[in-house]
T-cell receptor
């Protein structure tokens, strides 16, 4: 099946810093989503971005489907950005499931 | 308020007992999904349903069962045949079973004592 790799696995930032999270996938996709999992376990939808670039406030994402990667940018990080960020993809032509990466754990300190 | 609800939030069971986790949505979505998350890991698909009265196994269906009698509801039963049931269970839904965005409920933490 499709493989999804996220990097870095862990990231510690000072408040106000910028960061880039990466998601590589091994096959063609027609759905790619970025999620933030908060400390209570809730998965919060950040972006639905099978291709192209989107921005939402301090967050933006870019997916280059032909090169099989996606990037999540966090600017001016805040302590509330802490948590785990997951990338999930749906392989083209397969059943309706998302395959998740193992996540990037972000800690933002004061 | 539109959304996905899961109950209970925490669940404890003894070995050998079956237990049912509830998932309800009022988003009028056709497709619903159950995922399992183990500590430090991503989510893995257990079962999914694209329409009422139909469902398919995901990657880790052994030891689990589901039903889809109503569009709004997709309960998951963790049976005694599931060898390692302690995990965080998340339910999701999407408009249909294609490549549409999936939305998740708050999850149920199951602990087997």
């Amino acid at each position: 099946g499709i493989q999804v790799e996220q990097s870095p696995p862990d990231l510690i930032l000072q408040e106000g810093a910028n960061s880039t999270l990466r998601c590589n996938f091994s096959d063609s996709v027609n759905n790619l989503q970025w999620f933030h999992q908060n400390p209570w376990g809730q998965l919060i939808n950040l972006f639905y971005i099978p291709s192209g670039t989107k921005q939402n406030g301090r967050l933006s994402a870019t997916t280059v489907a032909t090169e099989r990667y996606s990037l999540l940018y966090i600017s001016s990080s805040q302590t509330t950005d802490s948590g785990v960020y997951f990338c999930a993809v749906r392989n083209t032509g397969t059943a309706s499931k998302l395959t998740f990466g193992t996540g990037t754990r972000l800690q933002v300190t004061l | 308020d539109g959304g996905i609800t899961q109950s209970p939030k925490y669940l404890f069971r003894k070995e050998g007992q079956n237990v049912t986790l509830s998932c309800e949505q009022n988003l009028n979505h056709d497709a619903m999904y159950w995922y399992r998350q183990d500590p430090g890991q991503g989510l893995r698909l257990i079962y999914y349903s694209q329409i009422v009265n139909d469902f398919q196994k995901g990657d880790i269906a052994e030891g689990y069962s589901v039903s889809r009698e109503k569009k709004e509801s997709f309960p998951l039963t963790v049976t005694s045949a599931q060898k390692n049931p302690t995990a965080f269970y998340l339910c999701a839904s999407s408009i249909n079973g294609g490549y549409n965005e999936q939305f998740f409920g708050p999850g149920t933490r199951l602990t087997v004592l």
